[in-house]
């Protein structure tokens, strides 16, 4: 078992007593075992240091070609109303650029912990690459689909 330390970023509160937290993720570590599950789960962990890969040669071609694709999702997800992270001034390394994929996929909870998971950065941006190729297409169906049903034009091109 998996998980990630989180630092709450912020809290909103709701009328009925539940409050909504943003996290963001500071560190990951594998459970080596569990102490006490109820009330909440307690248990000895391992952190998990992560290996910081260069971009460069070998690195650049898998960067650029899951971040452009990266680029159409969030694009098509902003035209479905979705709020996105703004990339325009990014130059993003390795490692980076796939906890933000990670974290930003709308995919099952199975998917998001299979990549937390993993423990290569290349290995992490090769599995989001292939989301996203699948991804894509399904979203820009969608986008179509519900241009074309307000009776606007648009292209799946």
Known sequence: MFGT???????????????????????????????????????????????????DAETRPLCSEVMEAFRQYLSLVEQMGGQCPDLSHSVLE????????????????????????????????????ELLREAVPMLRKHVARSAHARGLPYSTN
């Not at 409050?19 to 080596?32: I, K």
């Not at 994929?101 to 937390?116: E, G, M, N």
């Open 5 to 55: 330390v989180a630092r709450i970023i912020q809290v909103t509160m709701l009328p009925n007593g539940h409050a909504l937290l943003q996290t963001q993720g500071t560190r990951r570590f594998r459970v080596l075992r569990l102490l006490r599950e109820q009330p909440y789960l307690v248990g000895e962990v391992e952190y998990i240091e992560e290996q910081s890969i260069p971009m």
């Open 94 to 129: 390795p490692e980076f650029l796939s906890w933000l994929i990670a974290s930003t996929l709308i995919v099952a909870p199975q998917i998001r912990q299979q990549l937390l998971e993993l423990e290569g950065t290349i290995e992490r941006l090769d599995l989001e690459g």
